[in-house]
């Protein structure tokens, strides 16, 4: 099996985590060869950007709506997207611990969206934008893994990170810290862009305190994004099954395997708390309570 064929079966296999990290990745990878492409013709290559990136202006929006979805993918430079794509999969992992791929997929896209409108807002209705709104637009996913980093911290707020040189530290405080770095910076060059991290980190505080309070806000959205990612996923070939011999001793066994597991969860359960069970072993409670 060849290198492409190694990451195409990682992303189709991967959970939405991955497929996240894969796309944010392939995409710069993409957009940097085009843009070398472009150099060398003597070609501009900024005009692709303008038609990926969002811009803030809400004239030109209108004549480029998927902007506010393709800028959360976009990056260029590669501190960017390496710092991005860190955070994700650090506190994406964090949050499939205690919630699903499909709330981790919501929460990314919206927290996107949000930041983007965030964006355009103030560069729209706050005069001190006015002169350069035309040149200004958004890219980078910094708005949709900050809306991850807030929610994980709502719901877990004293669970500790260890950060090199420093320790153990809990995550409300690296939460805490980034957004008032956020507010501090809005007075700075990338002002458009820290709107947009706070337009994020908003919708992270908001859909996860909604869901501790047992309402989820993406439901119909979880199901829609379900769907979309599901394209993506490996389709198993159709198996011709014959009619076992003994079909109940067969089903009898599988039943007792499943009993045995369901066992050994509740049994961690009694011994360390509902807390200490892995992403796996929450999706066999999961589909044991659907079953009753």
């Known amino acids: ?27 710069w990878v993409l957009v940097r060869l085009v843009f070398v492409g472009y150099s060398l013709s003597g070609s501009d290559g ?5 038609w990926l990136a969002l811009p803030a202006s809400f004239e030109l929006f209108i004549s480029r709506p998927w902007t506010i979805l393709t800028y959360m993918f976009l990056h260029f430079e590669l501190l960017h997207v390496l710092f991005n794509v860190l955070w ?28 983007g409108i965030a964006f355009m807002m103030a560069y729209n209705w706050l005069p001190v934008f006015h002169e350069r709104i035309i040149n200004s637009q958004l890219l980078g996913a910094s708005a949709s893994v900050i809306a991850i980093v807030i929610a994980i911290a709502v719901y877990v707020p004293n669970h500790l990170i260890h950060l090199a040189f420093i320790g153990p530290v809990k995550i409300k405080w690296i939460a805490f810290v980034s957004v008032l770095l ?19 980190a908003v919708w992270g505080w908001i859909y996860m305190s ?17 769907t979309v ?4 996923r490996i389709r198993k070939k159709l198996k011709i099954k014959y009619n076992s011999p003994n079909p109940d001793h067969d089903y009898n066994r599988k039943k007792r395997s499943q009993q045995a597991e369901i066992n050994e969860v509740l049994d961690k359960i009694g011994k360390s708390g509902y807390d200490s069970l892995t992403f796996d072993e929450r999706e066999i409670l999961f589909k044991m309570g659907r079953k009753k």
């Open 1 to 27: 099996m060849g290198i492409v064929d190694e990451i195409k079966l990682a992303f189709k296999n991967g959970s939405y985590l991955t497929k996240l990290i894969y796309i944010n990745i392939a995409i």
């Open 88 to 115: 994700l999969y650090w506190f994406g992992k964090i949050f499939l611990e205690y919630h699903t791929q499909q709330k981790l997929l919501s929460l990314y896209i919206i927290g996107g969206i949000t930041g």
């Open 182 to 200: 956020y507010v501090i910076s809005l007075s700075g060059d990338n002002a458009g862009g820290n709107f947009a991290h706070l337009g994020g």
């Open 46 to 50: 900024s005009l692709m950007l303008n």
């Open 229 to 232: 990612f599901s394209w993506f």
């Open 210 to 226: 909604q869901l501790m309070a047992g309402r989820n806000i993406t439901g119909r959205f979880d199901r829609v994004t379900e």
